[in-house]
């Protein structure tokens, strides 16, 4: 079925070329339009090629060919998949925190921080749910201390 709608769309864009009037002024600007000019002395129509269909860039858009599904597990009910998702690379992690976590982590606290202390702030009492966000940044806070 899509093989036959692409076969129609493939068919019908020569069908539909485009005439567009080129037309040069009195000072040598060049006008385009899709109508024909009225007051112009040096009209030219002007047919819009077909495109050829570039093989590369059709290969480089194809989908990949889809992965093999492993089998369902017993008791399974749903339908099956129709595309296996890859499996992410193993990440090597470590236990020990770089320099970076450290200083994202203080960056963090430092601006829980700063926002504590404008909720606290008396000016700003009708702050929306102040006493549930108040709560909130004391709770994360306390990974900091």
């Known amino acids: 079925m ?5 076969l129609l769309l493939v068919l019908a864009v020569p069908a539909v070329q485009a005439q567009m009037y080129k037309c040069a002024d009195e ?3 060049m006008r385009y339009s899709d109508k024909p000019f ?20 059709a290969a480089r858009k194809a989908p990949p060919p889809s992965a093999k599904l492993p089998p369902a597990p017993p008791g399974f009910k749903g339908p099956a998949q129709k595309t296996a998702v890859p499996a ?13 976590d450290k200083k ?7 601006t829980l921080k700063e ?4 909720l606290l702030n008396p000016r ?22």
């Open 2 to 6: 899509r093989v036959l709608a692409g």
């Open 115 to 118: 926002e504590e202390t404008w």
């Open 38 to 57: 009225t007051d112009c002395k040096s009209s030219v129509t002007i047919t819009a090629p077909p495109k050829p269909s570039d093989s590369k860039s």
């Open 27 to 29: 000072r040598g600007k």
């Open 104 to 110: 994202y982590a203080r960056s963090q606290c430092r």
């Open 124 to 145: 700003n009492a009708g702050v929306e749910s102040r006493d549930a966000r108040v709560a909130q940044v004391r709770q994360a806070l306390a990974d900091c201390r």
């Open 88 to 100: 992410a690379p193993a990440r090597q992690t470590s236990s020990a925190p770089t320099e970076y």
